[in-house]
């Protein structure tokens, strides 16, 4: 947890240095916890938004609560995975690899699990030493 408050309270639109992969994973991982919760907040409230009218009404599955929360942590999500680029050298613009279809994503994600450079790099110190 203290983690994910390091992304959200202490860096939360920093796009500067680097981010560890505990750093990384540790947010994604409470992120998802959090999105989940919010969704089944906003199922037992009746929040969730609806599409369709009268008999061919459909949940969407999520709701007010859910978007508020995505809205507040879009930005420090999107900070840490810059962060967390700059650990394996990258800049942060790679991040747009992902609309490479499927490919794109593969690569991200092989970056995000790769260990970070030991040494100082172009984007600061190693957030290990």
Do not use: Q
């Not at 202490?10 to 959090?34: C, H, K, P, S």
């Not at 394996?88 to 609309?99: D, I, N, Q, R, Y």
């Not at 100082?120 to 957030?127: H, I, L, Q, V």
């Amino acid at each position: 947890m203290e983690w994910y408050l390091k992304v959200v309270r202490d860096n939360y639109i920093n796009f500067n240095g680097r981010a560890r992969r505990t750093e990384y994973w540790m947010f994604v991982l409470f992120n998802v916890i959090a999105m989940i919760l919010s969704m089944v907040v906003d199922n037992v409230l009746g929040l969730d938004f609806k599409v369709g009218s009268g008999y061919y009404e459909v949940s969407v599955g999520y709701g007010w609560v859910y978007l508020i929360y995505t809205l507040a942590v879009f930005l420090p999500s999107l900070a840490v995975v810059v962060r967390r680029l700059h650990d394996v050298g990258k800049s942060g613009w790679f991040m747009l690899v992902t609309f490479i279809p499927i490919v794109g994503a593969i690569w991200l994600l092989v970056l995000m699990c790769t260990d970070g450079d030991k040494e100082d790099n172009a984007y600061g110190p190693s957030p290990k030493a």
